[in-house]
Nanobody
Framework: QVPLVESGGGSVQAGGSLRLSCVAS?????MAWFRQAPGKEREGVAA???????VYADSVKGRFTIDLDALEDTVTLEMNSLEPEDTAVYYC????????????????????WGQGTQVTVSS
């Protein structure tokens, strides 16, 4: 497993932007962001590998951008045009496995999780 430290998040009005960051204290082949809204299951938001391959949930395509700095083992999630439906606790996740088939939003692909950071979007 890889220790993860998240930062960013907060409160913003609809249409605004926020940036989340996550630093991994070790090698991670895949890094991703998940979120969990009150009363809902945790869902994948965006994921990337060290080659820049990415995958996004349909609900955030065109609004969110994930980026991995492989030298710094840091992944960021730039969130634009935020909507109240984006309100959730956002979790950083990483895979310490060296092999993977493709970049995935499946939770089972990740063995390390951050503590979560709250994002609140008001209308």
């Amino acid at each position: 497993q890889v220790p993860l430290v998240e930062s960013g998040g907060g409160s913003v009005q609809a249409g605004g932007s926020l940036r989340l960051s996550c630093v991994a204290s070790g090698y991670a082949s895949l890094m991703a962001w998940f979120r969990q809204a009150p009363g809902k299951e945790r869902e994948g938001v965006a994921a990337t590998d060290r080659r820049g391959n990415t995958v996004y949930a349909d609900s955030v395509k065109g609004r969110f951008t994930i980026d991995l700095d492989a030298l710094e083992d840091t992944v960021t999630l730039e969130m634009n045009s935020l909507e109240p439906e984006d309100t959730a606790v956002y979790y950083c996740a990483a895979s310490s496995q060296t092999w993977y088939l493709f970049v995935s939003l499946g939770q089972d692909e990740y063995d390390s999780w951050g503590q979560g950071t709250q994002v609140t979007v008001s209308s």
